[in-house]
């Protein structure tokens, strides 16, 4: 059996299909992801963000996981996180409130007011700072497995957007 959708009802469901979705694994996006900098040879900035649905141990993992890439990609396999300021920060969204006046049947006034909807948006992120070392280096003795978080993560945080829970 056949039910045509009109355009703006397929829209509206798209849209509110993704609209409540945390911020997937990726590159730097309006909605968030990772941005990183190259400070030295074996010393990188990682730098993460994520939306109000986004909590602040997936901002983490975002940050391990792109750690574990820029390890791996430099033929390396283990790294040490020399600094870390990964945290929440909340702000106020208003939204609605009016007020109507309207003429009384007396002569008088009435005035109605509807007050504002006020929501908090928090939203995780921060920095990471490492250094990609050698396996046998016995001054990182317990620096991070890059291979082993890559097979942790990967497949946690590049789920799609349905899968979440």
């Known amino acids: 059996m ?3 959708v009109s355009k703006a009802v397929a829209v509206f469901l798209v849209a509110l299909a993704t609209s409540a979705c945390a911020t997937t694994y990726g590159p730097m996006s309006g909605d968030g992801g990772y941005t990183d900098l190259r400070v030295s040879e074996f010393v990188h900035r990682i730098n993460v963000r994520g939306n109000e649905n986004t909590t602040r141990e997936m901002v983490q993992n975002f ?7 820029l390890t ?3 033929g390396r396999d283990r790294f040490v996180i020399l600094g870390e300021d990964i945290a ?3 702000a106020f ?3 609605g409130g009016s007020a109507a006046t309207s003429d009384g049947w007396f002569g008088g006034t009435s005035t109605k007011y509807e007050a504002p909807q006020i929501d908090t948006i928090t939203k995780a992120g921060g920095t990471m700072v490492i250094e990609i070392v050698a396996k046998d280096d016995p001054r ?3 620096a991070y497995d890059a291979g082993l978080i890559d097979r942790q993560l990967r497949p946690e945080l590049e789920r799609n957007w349905w899968q979440w829970n």
């Open 2 to 4: 056949y039910f045509p």
């Open 63 to 69: 940050a391990l996981l792109r750690a574990s890439e």
């Open 72 to 74: 791996l990609a430099s």
């Open 88 to 90: 929440t920060s909340s």
């Open 93 to 95: 969204k208003s939204s």
């Open 140 to 142: 990182h003795a317990s």
